[in-house]
């Protein structure tokens, strides 16, 4: 076996061989039981090291969509996986920027060590799946070798910094932020204030405001570039987040120059590792310390820390390298002068080939298919970076790659070597280049196949998309497998998330619809959850509602969000409504299966096994009038009715609640403050309403807003109390169905 730690001793630091030896020593102790699991837990995280599991779902390996084999045994099953069960590993790219070098080696590893498959995240990161723990020491080195590192991708800490895969040749950028990202990264990688967080903290720069490549507002601190007397620094963006319930960014300074960039982000990881909350993990992100401070004070006492930091020159020492920092291409620009164009060319040129600032030079996109690249095509395209580039290949947030300071001349040449190894597929930052999170394939967490209606979702659209009215070509579709919102549902056209329903029995996958968000001014608006559909009624979903918008639109000028803001939700919710209905499982089965999973559709593998049901019940009643109430709350905001909607929100909390009670109890109070003592009396505190991974929190919107009913209504927070509303009721489904699963084996337990 080869001892890659003596082979490569002299290319790594001293300070990161360190910390992979120690971390060798610890798998080592956790196999002797010498370590404690919370511990090891936290160790691997910071690491890069997550479990996963394996139940569900297809994967496409770059190339084509293959189902996974359902492995069995202890160490292969769901969300109670081993420690040392195959799992994740997640790499960190700064602000995507990877050269070929790195390339090869990523390739090399997915070969030797995973699945021989790229996954390119939404945060700009790479992935490997089915990794073995043991492994990871080995891997870790040999990325460290070529300038890479995994450490701090995952656990409580300052993850990859993002930012715009054009910085530096956009046409509308301010400045190039690529050196400020890069600088961030390396500042805050194993930062003493900043390793004990509560949860973890994500930044992400944009060189402008107009566009969508840095999606600022979703995130816990962002900078979107800007000049002032003629110097560099940013307009500053603190507390957002998507989540389950997400929060937009505030202004936290409309300019701070580019000196104080590191020591406002020191000041910050100070404050929130002294006041953030750690007991309560759903509470833990920066965005509720805000919320609770007040932007105000939160700034006030981040000020206050900075006036103390004693100096650091890594604050400014990058700032004198700047006019060195940029890219220098390995061609001469040039026009392609009539040059014949290869088969498919037109297509691809529209929509993957960006100009860049720079006269004669272009940026290409190549799309990957939910994120995946195989090794064969990462080695491949290694060699055409160095062909027509050189070094300037980044990822983006929409899990694909780009080539920068391709000469003009150069397209039909490099279009025709993309395409023989399959990754010329047009359509970047169309209706067919959608993101989607791991889902159900991977992810613990997962509820719905998120991957599996993408790939369906693309391959449905995809023969068509030429033909497609061009509003509805140029929308974006994401999708989430749970209401976590790792695939950016919150912020797409139309996004969905994965939920649950049962059936006479059977549990059904089901995804929120998701209208009204808004991609662009980074992440300029969130949108609202319209109704559950079943899964496999998505994609006719899709189709009913591009059609609807083109045939009602005022013009052809009136875009996709803007026809959605004008329109009432509810005639968008009437649209939706035939696909709600779910047919019985013996007249058509294929309900209760989810997309690329041939099996019966269980929430067992995250945690609650399969439960039964009723016909209908006055509690499945009750619940939908809930989700009514809910939706109306929606409508009353959209009319600027704050006080209505922020009503309504907590009236269909009440209403989900007395459903549940009703279930229990026949005679029930109908006073809010009762309903809401019995509540919590029967399903709070013992833990019955609790969801395995989420525990008490959705309980806690109901008691939190009975105890402390807000005042000064803006729309940020209405908005965020009708998404709590939402996320209860959804909670109350959950519950109901675990009810009726107890009651269930209460009564196999008589009949015996």
């Known amino acids: 076996m080869t001892n890659w730690k003596d082979i490569l001793k002299d290319e790594i630091t001293a300070e990161l061989s360190e910390q992979i030896d120690i971390f060798e020593t610890q798998i080592e102790l956790k196999k002797l039981e010498k370590i404690d699991d919370k511990i090891f837990a936290e160790t691997r995280l910071r690491k890069g090291v997550y479990g996963q599991r394996y139940d569900n779902g297809q994967r496409h390996d770059g190339e084509q969509s293959r189902e996974l084999k ?48 790229v996954h390119i995240t939404t945060r700009q990161d790479t992935q490997y799946h089915f990794v073995h723990i043991e492994d990871t020491p080995t891997i870790m080195r040999r990325l460290a070798a070529v300038g890479i590192t995994t450490h701090e991708a995952c656990g409580n800490a300052v993850r990859n910094v993002t930012a715009c895969p054009l910085s530096g040749v956009c046409q509308d950028e301010t400045f190039d932020v690529s050196p400020y990202a890069k600088a961030m990264a390396e500042f805050m990688l194993n930062h003493p204030d900043c390793q004990d967080f509560g949860r973890k903290f994500k930044i992400a720069f944009s060189g ?182 050189g070094d300037y290949v980044r990822t ?32 970047a930052g169309t209706i067919v280049d959608i993101t989607a999170c791991p889902g159900t394939d991977t992810c613990k967490l997962g509820i719905a196949s998120s991957r599996g209606l993408a790939d369906e979702l693309r391959q449905m659209l995809a023969p068509k998309q030429w033909e ?76 009913k509602l591009t059609d609807y918008y083109v045939e009602n639109r005022s013009s052809k000028d009136e875009s996709f969000q803007e026809y959605f803001t004008r329109k009432k939700k509810s005639v968008l919710k009437e649209q939706i409504q035939e696909f ?41 009643v009750e619940l939908q009038s809930a989700e009514r109430i809910c939706f109306e709350a929606q409508v009353e905001l959209e009319d600027g009715k704050l006080d209505e909607a922020e009503d309504k929100a907590y009236k269909a909390m009440i209403r989900g609640a007395s459903a549940l009670l009703r279930k229990e109890f026949q005679d029930i109070s109908s006073d809010p403050d009762e309903i809401v003592t019995e509540f919590k009396q029967h399903f709070y505190d013992t833990k019955l309403f ?22 000064n209504l803006n729309n940020d927070l209405v908005h965020r109390k009708i998404e709590e509303s939402q996320l209860f009721i959804e909670a109350a489904h959950a519950c109901y169905a675990k009810m009726m699963d107890i009651e269930k084996k209460e009564l196999s337990g008589k009949a015996i």
């Open 580 to 620: 709600t209905e779910v047919p019985p499982y013996l007249e058509d089965s294929s309900f209760y299966t989810d997309w690329g999973d041939p099996r019966v559709f269980t929430l067992g593998d995250m945690g609650v096994g399969e439960c039964a049901g009723e016909v209908v019940s006055l509690t499945e």
């Open 690 to 711: 609790w969801d395995r991974f989420a525990h008490g929190k959705f309980g806690k919107y109901l008691i939190n807003r009975n105890e402390n009913p807000p005042s």
């Open 468 to 543: 497609l009215d061009e509003a509805v070509r140029n929308l974006r579709i994401k999708i989430s497998g749970c209401f976590n919102s790792c695939g950016q549902h919150h912020i797409a056209d139309m996004g969905f998330y994965g939920n649950s329903r049962t059936f006479k029995g059977y549990k059904v996958p089901h995804f929120q619809v998701v209208l009204g968000g808004q991609w662009t001014n980074n992440a300029g608006n969130f949108g609202l959850a319209i109704g559950a559909v079943p899964s496999k009624n998505i994609p006719q979903v899709v189709l």
């Open 208 to 389: 402008c405001s107009e566009h969508a490549c840095g999606i600022v507002n979703m995130h816990d601190l962002g900078g979107i570039a800007k000049i002032r007397d003629g110097k560099n620094g940013f307009e500053i963006y603190v507390g957002g987040g998507l989540g389950a319930v997400p929060h937009q960014a505030k202004i936290m300074y409309d300019f701070l120059a580019e000196d104080e960039i590191l020591p406002l982000m020191q000041a910050i990881g100070r404050v929130f590792t002294r006041l953030g909350e750690k007991k309560n993990r759903a509470k833990a992100r920066v965005k509720f310390l805000v919320a609770r401070l007040g932007l105000e004070e939160f700034t006030r006492l981040v000020e206050e820390e900075r006036q103390i930091l004693p100096h650091d020159e890594r604050w400014t020492s990058y700032i004198d390298e700047l006019p060195a920092w940029g890219e220098n291409p390995i061609k001469k620009s040039s026009s392609l002068n009539g040059q014949v164009k290869p088969k498919g060319f037109d297509q691809w040129q529209e929509k993957n080939v960006i100009s860049q600032r720079q006269e004669g030079y272009k940026v290409v996109v190549i799309m990957l298919p939910l994120g995946d690249i195989s090794s064969h095509q990462t080695r491949k395209l290694a060699d055409i970076a160095e062909k027509y580039i």
């Open 70 to 117: 359902y492995p069995s045994g202890d160490k292969l099953k769901g969300p109670e996986t081993v420690w040392d069960a195959p799992g994740m590993l997640r790499i960190k790219i700064p602000f995507g920027g990877v050269n070929p070098k790195q390339l090869r080696m990523l390739a090399d590893l997915s070969e030797e060590y995973a699945d021989a498959v």
């Open 396 to 427: 983006t947030v929409e899990q694909n790659f780009v080539l920068r300071w391709v000469s003009e001349s150069d397209l039909p040449g490099l279009y025709e070597e993309l395409n023989a190894i399959g990754l010329a597929d047009p359509g």
